[in-house]
Each structure stands twice: as C-alpha cells, then as structure tokens.
C-alpha cells in the first residue's frame, strides 16, 4: 500500500521525536506521583501527631487525608467547640447551637468541615459494614 512496513515507519525521526517526548512525560507523571506520595505520608504523619488524631480515625471513612482536612477545617482544637453536639451544629449536620465554645477568634471553616464528614460518610458505605446497613435503613 506504499507505506511500508512496520519496522520502517517506526524508524521514522518523527517517531524518535514523540518516543522521545512520551519517555520524558512519563518520567514527570512518574515523579509526580512519587511526590505526591511523600505529600499524603507526611500528612499522615502530621495528623497522627495531633491529639484527637485515634477519635478522628476511628470515624468510619474517615482516612488520614480526610482526618487532615477535618483537623484544618475546625482549626485543630475541638475543645473550642465544648461538646461534639455543638461541633455537629457548627457544621450543620445537627440542629445544635452553632457558637464555638471558646472565643470567635478561632479559626474554623463550617463549609470544609461538613465536606469533611460528608465525604467520610460516602467512602464509609463502601468500607463499613455498620455504615452498609444503617443507610439501606434509612432507603428502606
């Protein structure tokens, strides 16, 4: 069909060029992900250095990096919030008084926080048997 074999049309420069192009790009996916991974582990790190770091975990779905970003959000005291109670109101997942407990200088992000448990609930359906079956209760 005149373009010729395999072989030949591989030779080609322009396929020396973008094998090229493809290896470099590869290596740069490669140490990104690389990167990310010492990010995620020095996050875990951070969080298991917090001392609410046991109670966020054992929430189910809720992961280090999930824990991360609970922690952040609600400015990594709970005790500002006095009562689990009122952190749930806070982030307006109760019908709980909202005020932190501590002063209003704390530094807390109610959006983030809800974010945080919302998407600890969703991965809990997939990871917890407990979370399985309350939710196909509430279906029912």
Same mark, same amino acid.
């Given at each position: 069909m005149g373009h010729g074999t395999i072989a030949t049309r591989l030779a080609t420069p322009e396929h020396a060029?973008?094998? *090229?192009?493809a290896a470099r790009l590869a290596k740069g996916v490669l140490a990104?992900? &690389?990167?990310? &991974?010492?990010?995620?582990?020095?996050?875990? &790190?951070?969080?298991?250095?917090? *001392?609410?770091?046991?109670?966020i975990e054992s929430l189910p779905g809720m992961g280090p990096r999930l824990g991360a970003d609970f922690i952040a959000a609600t400015g990594g005291d709970l005790a500002a919030f006095g009562t689990p109670d009122r952190l749930a109101g806070f982030a307006g997942l109760a019908p709980a008084p909202a005020i932190p407990a501590a002063s209003a200088e704390i530094c807390v992000d109610p959006a983030a926080i809800t974010a945080a448990c919302y998407l600890a609930a969703m991965a809990s359906l997939r990871c917890c048997p407990v979370s399985q079956r309350y939710y196909q209760r509430k279906r029912d």
């Open positions: 060029t973008a094998t *090229s192009g990104l992900d &690389a990167e990310i &991974a010492e990010l995620y582990a020095l996050i875990a &790190a951070r969080l298991h250095d917090h *001392s609410h770091a046991n109670a």
